[in-house]
């Protein structure tokens, strides 16, 4: 195995905070000064604040073709976006797990898990969602 593939890198310094969160368990996004909720991080002048990881989904799509190596043994996958309950205009991209569909407002809650890629020797642990 190599490390090609580029997994998220926690000591980066604008989404560094999200990884070190999720390593811990707790989805948390960027909020300014003035309140609001901000996703992706355009700055370091943020309080990075635990959410609940409750949302819907507001996109989705079911993915069958292999667009990097590193995906070929995890195909088919359900990837989209979730509005996020505190905020429903700050979407994250995300994969779907523990079901076989997922609808356009659907409930859906974070759960962490390992991201694994065949072709990477590491791994960090990540917001994926499933049905609420």
């Known amino acids: 195995m190599r490390d090609e593939f580029p997994l998220p890198d926690p000591t980066e310094p604008l989404t560094g905070p999200f990884w070190q969160h999720a390593a811990q368990g ?10 609001r909720w901000h996703w ?4 370091t ?11 819907t989904v ?3 799509t079911e993915v069958h073709q292999v667009f990097l190596p590193a995906f070929a043994d995890q195909v ?6 979730v509005a996020l309950e505190e905020d429903p205009s ?14 356009i407002g659907d409930a859906v809650e974070v759960t962490f898990r390992p991201m694994r ?3 990477v020797d ?6 994926y969602f499933k049905p609420a």
């Open 45 to 55: 002048d943020v309080e990075w604040v635990p959410v609940s990881g409750r949302g």
């Open 76 to 81: 088919p996958f359900l990837t989209g976006l």
């Open 90 to 103: 700050v979407r994250l991209a995300t994969r779907f797990v523990d079901c076989e569909t997922i609808e």
């Open 117 to 119: 890629f065949s072709t």
């Open 122 to 127: 590491r791994e960090v642990q990540a917001p």
């Open 40 to 43: 992706y991080p355009k700055t």
């Open 58 to 60: 507001f996109s989705w």
């Open 26 to 35: 707790v989805l948390a996004i960027p909020r300014t000064a003035d309140g």
